[in-house]
Nanobody
Framework: QVQMVEVGGGLVQAGDSLRVSCAVS????????MGWFRQAPGKEREFVAA????????YYRESVKGRFTISRDNAKNTVYLQMNSLKPEDTAVYYC????????????????????WGQGTQVTVSS
């Protein structure tokens, strides 16, 4: 059973930076395509970023391009989301998600493409 645990959320001011991490159990992390999603109160869960198994390819939603960076360390079974220039509209619960896949997931922005999810970590950006 794969488990994913996010840490690193918190309360910051607009313009600040924050890094959230997701630690994944098991010895096959390098076989997983990984993504970050977020969900604000009263809104649908939305795609934020995704990364290929070896970290060579990364994908972002338009509103976070240039501000957020997804990365992974396969030796540490961890995926990261570095968030810079945070805005109040980035406030949400952030979830990591994963799917074992030989190739990049074509529909990587769809939540139902992922098999495993963490419990989420709250990120709050004050204005």
């Amino acid at each position: 059973q794969v488990q994913m645990v996010e840490v690193g959320g918190g309360l910051v001011q607009a313009g600040d930076s924050l890094r959230v991490s997701c630690a994944v159990s098991g010895r096959t992390f390098s076989l997983y395509f990984m993504g970050w999603f977020r969900q604000a109160p009263g809104k649908e869960r939305e795609f934020v970023a995704a990364i290929s198994r070896n970290g060579d390819s990364a994908y972002y939603r338009e509103s976070v391009k240039g501000r957020f960076t997804i990365s992974r360390d396969n030796a540490k079974n961890t995926v990261y989301l570095q968030m810079n220039s945070l805005k109040p509209e980035d406030t949400a619960v952030y979830y990591c998600a994963g799917r074992r896949s030989y190739d990049d997931i074509p529909n990587y922005s769809l939540a139902n493409e992922y098999n495993y999810w963490g419990q989420g970590t709250q990120v709050t950006v004050s204005s």
